[in-house]
């Protein structure tokens, strides 16, 4: 199936919602003049053969971009993003009503990609964040409660590198693990290691491990396994035989 609706959209995230049908989001973009180059959130819903059922879009002036989305015990979804390079959470029901938003706008210069719900209803988001106003960028988690307020914010890196939270889960003992990016000092902008850091509840580093090969190693999402490990998903260059393209790359970790 093709959906478009005469505007520019883009596809960031889908998952099965509790009826059996699918959810997508991501971003829709005015084509044409008086544009402006304004954009919203996206949220295309269907059934399970993939029938349009609804879709709406959310946002206001400004850019703004949903790259994740939850589907809640509720029936409704939560979806987080970037709102004119801030973080952005959106809660709607299960007929596409906006039922609350915020923006972290205290935030530097930052966006959430991606989120999940820990056993207390509470968030779990992860992103980029320019907390030092170079051109180096940090990971963050923030934790959020079940209206989007901010409970702690936490931010990882060093002035030497640059890093950014792709993807997040909620770790078998209450913590948290995201898999990020993180570009070496002195490399070009295509080398990228995978960054993976595991915390307690409370945000707390327990341990940090880079993986690679010396070109470009990007983890794009993370997932528990049945085995108390993870298991992460992304693209490399790094042990490319024949061509100059990317390969999909699959890595499993422990815990």
Known sequence: YIYEDGFQERCAKIIQ???GGYVICGQQRSLGSGSGGFSD???IKTDSNGLLEWTQTYGGDGYQFGFDVLSLA????LVVGENDNKPYL?????????LWSTTYSQMASSSANSVKQTVFGNYIITGWVNSNGSNETDIFIIKADSLGNIMWVQNYGDNTT???GLGIEVSNDGGYVVCANKKPAGEGDSTYDIFVVKTDIDGNVLWEQTYGNGDKDIAREIKKTNDGGYILVGDTRSFIQTDNDDDIYLLKINS
């Open 74 to 77: 509720d029936g409704g979804y």
């Open 41 to 43: 959130v996206l949220f």
């Open 17 to 19: 919602s509790l009826d």
């Open 162 to 164: 640059s890093e950014g």
């Open 90 to 98: 959106l809660k709607i029901d299960s007929v596409g009503t906006e």
